[in-house]
């Protein structure tokens, strides 16, 4: 008898652990698909980067039209991808150099007339706020200059064993596009080369 109420209470145990498993696996899908709803899948391979990358569309509130635009020279190793005057990227083939994340932030360290506060530094993400140094004469008011603040984004990523870093355009963002473009290249998928 002691037997028999063990096997059904380790059955309904296994049931309730399946049962709990799956609902959380089916929510954390929701969230990834509810974070990814205002994006279109587009395709970066005529452009010569064999990959597609998921690229906000007009509910995004990104303050801007989709039309996705993407200048490219061929053979060249710079594109710049555009969706609307608020969103950019400029991406840049670096090969194989496995350093560039380390060197853009020894560069940014160094710039002269800005504050850099790095937000994120992993090793293939960097998310940073630059602030304009104002520098007033010694007996001016407080209320001299203008802050300037801008959000960056430096990220690589791996595309057929060549690295390319995705970045923020020189200028910079809002927090709110730096983070959109963040989810963008997080997105990344490699398009099978077989035509």
Known sequence: M?????????????LTLTACTDSEEKNDDQVIDEALLDFNEFSLKPYDIPASILLPDETSNIGASTKTEVKHTEGDFMWDLKVGPNFEFVINDWGDDKEILNAEVEKLK??????VKFIKKTPKTLIYERTLKVDGKKNASKKVGVEHKTYHLFMTKVINEIIYVFETRDTGSTKEIVDLQEKCVNSIKLINNIQ
Do not use: V
């Open 2 to 14: 002691k037997l028999k109420f063990f096997l059904y209470s380790l059955f309904i145990s296994c």
């Open 110 to 115: 160094d710039l002269e007339f800005y504050d």
